[in-house]
């Protein structure tokens, strides 16, 4: 693989997810097989003909069409309408997620794509392209394009009785969340060496826009380094904003125009953060959730207490990956993110936003308690949260339900011990 090589692959994982891509697929595919019947009809070695009525595939094929522009229409509908939905009821940042499900883009390109198969084979059928047995072959994949759509609509009819609904959003950015974090557990510096400190006289490389960073290509950093017999050490990890005043790297040896323009090449810059190198991003969508419901013109508290519950799924597969500290790229220092600031992220604001409400500071105890069970090298950070959320909510409960999750809280972390 090319230095380049996780920045290409990057770019060719994201761009299929893109729904205009399937779409364009499905329509050449549908315009090729349309034309291919009348192509294929004269070099058969056999003959194949049916007795069709006059203008029978014309019929179907116009049917198809009319039927498959307005099931589009409708399919990009309740998509625009779950995307809405998620945004307004969930979080805006579980909008991508939505975009990229694989079931909608099919649904909505094989119809489109039939759509287009129809139209051309009707174009086709006006001039004197098919010979009879073409007809026949046309006949014939048509029949295989209504199973298709069929099939095709009763699945996504199924899928959109749960697309978009509050437990699908929670479901998905859990998904995204835990790949993202068990990704970052089981390499913490992608490769490189850890960052502990930065040696005094590097000079800093600063990207020329601002935008958050999302992919960082740590090979094709380590192979600058070599050939400039430099070392490199990354300030703008996935997640943070570059700026003026956060630099992109900062590097030891000799720096010319040449390695700054490679260094800025080998980041990803963009307005909006992105779940895939980003550890914290999942966790703060999935907490944005619960925050959300526990807002008084919500005020949803089992919403709440489900997001609690997927956090702690989440954080629990991370802390249990165990972590490869084998270095690829020795000349890239590179600084991980720290569990404090995940679990700070994942429940200050439901602390925050929760402690009027009894039940989910009782939820969020347990969940805290049975971390510090799962990872007890760390359980002094879950202690610490857990402190912190019993202080931001003592103020805000009376005195009966502080006496309860004082009560909650003693006998889930005398378990711990």
């Not at 050449?28 to 009348?38: E, H, T, Y």
């Amino acid at each position: 693989m090319t230095a380049n090589g996780g920045a290409l692959a990057s770019f060719f994982l994201r761009l299929g997810k893109k729904v205009w891509v399937r779409a364009a697929l499905f329509t050449l595919i549908g315009i090729a097989v349309a034309l291919v019947a009348g192509f294929l009809g004269p070099f058969l070695p056999f003959s194949v003909t049916i007795d069709l009525g006059q203008n029978a595939v014309g019929s179907l094929l116009q049917i198809i069409a009319t039927a498959m522009l307005t099931v589009s229409t409708f399919s990009v509908t309740a998509m625009v309408t779950a995307f809405s939905a998620a945004t307004t009821t969930a979080t805006p940042r579980s909008t991508p997620l939505l975009i990229a499900d694989t079931t909608s883009q099919n649904a909505v390109s094989t119809f489109i794509g039939a759509f287009t198969y129809s139209l051309v084979g009707i174009v086709a059928l006006s001039t004197p392209y098919y010979t009879e047995q073409g007809r026949t072959i046309l006949f014939v994949g048509t029949l295989v394009v209504i199973g298709i759509v069929v099939f095709t609509l009763l699945r996504w009819i199924s899928h959109l009785s749960t697309f978009g609904r509050m437990a699908d959003v929670i479901d998905r950015v859990e998904k995204a969340a835990t790949a993202a974090l068990e990704m970052h557990a089981s390499s913490p510096t992608l490769g490189a060496r850890a960052l502990t400190t930065v040696p005094v006289g590097t000079r800093a490389v600063h990207t020329d826009q601002v935008g958050y960073v999302t992919h960082v290509d740590v090979r094709a950093l380590h192979r600058l380094a070599e050939d400039h017999d430099v070392r490199i050490y990354v300030d703008a990890t996935p997640g943070r904003i570059a700026d003026a005043r956060t630099p992109l790297v900062r590097v030891a040896g000799a720096i010319d125009d040449d390695l700054v323009k490679a260094v800025r090449r080998a980041f990803r810059i963009e307005n909006h953060r992105t779940f895939e190198q980003d550890p914290r991003f999942g966790v703060i969508a999935l907490t944005e959730i619960g925050s959300r419901a526990l807002s008084p013109a919500t005020n949803d508290p089992g919403t709440a207490i489900e997001v609690i519950a997927a956090l702690q799924r989440v954080l629990t597969r991370a802390i249990t990956v165990e972590p490869d500290h084998e270095v690829t790229y020795a000349r890239v220092f590179l600084e991980s993110a720290e569990l404090r600031d995940l679990v700070a992220d994942a429940f200050r604001p439901l602390a925050r936003d929760g402690a009027p409400h009894i039940e989910v500071q009782v939820r969020l105890q347990k969940c805290l308690a049975s971390l510090a069970t799962s990872a007890p090298q760390h359980a002094e950070v879950f202690r610490d949260a857990a402190r912190a959320a019993f202080e931001r909510s003592r103020r805000d409960l009376d005195r009966n339900d502080v006496r309860l999750l004082r009560t909650s809280m003693r006998e889930a972390w005398n378990e711990v011990g």
